[in-house]
């Protein structure tokens, strides 16, 4: 006989934490602290499965929502830190590629990072992570090849890809580590590099970003890649990946990359054959991402009017499709799409995205 798999409930991607997150950004603290238990209810991890979206940290963000988050879970994270950081460093010692869930926002240190910069003051321990990120931008030798420093062998469900393949999303890929290193230096917090590290990643995603991710052949062509029909989605598609640009942009004091990042997102936004691609309300690769993300990028943006008309039709495409959304959740439920439809960020939740 099968055991029932147990309820993701420490989970904030899908589980009561991401309903909870909803609550406090609504000021219902009654509520939150019902769902709260609930997540809590079987215990937190702070194991090897403890990341952003998962456990101990995902209860840190949701926590500090509310300005609730105390010394006993911050240490539990700052362990989970320190051991995930050892770890990397071991693996680039041995000369292995890293795993997607290394370095990424959803399972890995770039995630762990963000939660770390949300505290306010710039820890040692951040900054080691930092540095770390930084890292992934010096290309590595394996073999007779020079590969990009975040290149993984497997793809990102775990499955083999011959060659392996460099990530290009904001959720599993470099996007995310590029958002998070600007989004530090415009907070005044740096490392040794880092502004060299945002513009090699910035430059890579001018090439490859047209992608959701690149392979091994098409890192060798003699031709760049050529664009190819996708859904433009926060987690993987060109609106999540042109905010990062945005945001790296504004880091580099670039106005030429932050103009070209701006009118990628008009352009998809404006494009019914690019706004047909998208198949849900969800805020991991539906409507709600695409309201989420263009309201930030119009908040930093030098012409905010142009996004106004955008944003209002895709607030409407999102309300049509509320209803039809199955999961109570934050990245693919329901929790997450009223987080859009009711149109503040007084708590700060979008910062779990890494666009604000």
């Not at 995603?205 to 052949?217: E, I, S």
Request: hydrophobic share 45%; with cysteine.
């Amino acid at each position: 006989m099968t055991a029932a798999p147990l309820p993701r409930t420490q989970d904030l991607s899908e589980g009561a934490l991401g309903i909870t997150l909803l609550h406090i950004e609504r000021g219902d603290l009654v509520a939150g602290r019902s769902s709260l238990a609930q997540a809590v209810a079987g215990g937190v991890s702070a194991g090897g499965n403890a990341s952003l979206y998962h456990g101990a940290p995902a209860l840190e963000f949701v926590l500090g929502r509310a300005g609730r988050a105390g010394r006993e879970v911050r240490d539990a994270v700052d362990r989970v830190v320190a051991v995930r950081l050892a770890a990397a460093r071991r693996r680039q010692v041995s000369g292995d590629l890293p795993h997607l869930a290394e370095f990424d926002l959803i399972r890995g240190l770039t995630g762990l990072a963000a939660l770390l910069l949300m505290r306010g003051t710039a820890s040692p321990l951040l900054r080691e992570v930092l540095a770390y990120l930084v890292s992934l931008s010096q290309p590595v030798r394996v073999g007779s090849r020079e590969l990009p420093g975040w290149w993984s062998a497997v793809g990102p469900a775990g499955e083999q890809m011959d060659g392996g393949h460099g990530n290009n999303g904001v959720a599993h890929g470099i996007a995310g580590p590029l958002a998070l290193l600007s989004l530090a230096a415009q907070h005044d917090v740096t490392v040794p590099g880092q502004q060299d590290a945002i513009g090699a990643f910035a430059r890579w995603l001018d090439v490859y970003g047209c992608r959701y991710w690149t392979t091994h052949g098409e890192l060798s062509a003699a031709e760049k890649p050529e664009p190819e029909p996708s859904r433009p989605s926060w987690c993987y598609g060109e609106i999540g990946i042109a905010r990062a640009q945005q945001l790296a942009a504004l880091a580099l004091g670039d106005p030429v990359r932050r103009r070209a990042a701006e009118e990628a997102i008009v352009r998809a936004l404006a494009d019914p054959a690019c706004l047909g691609r998208i198949t849900d309300a969800s805020l991991c690769h539906g409507w709600v991402g695409l309201v989420t993300v263009a309201r930030a990028v119009a908040t930093d943006s030098s012409a905010p009017d142009r996004f106004v008309l955008l944003v209002t039709d895709l607030k409407q495409r999102l309300a049509t499709g509320l209803d039809r959304l199955t999961k109570p959740g934050f990245l693919e439920g329901r929790a997450g799409a009223q987080l859009a439809l009711d149109g503040a960020d007084t708590t700060g939740w979008t910062r779990a995205l890494l666009i604000t």
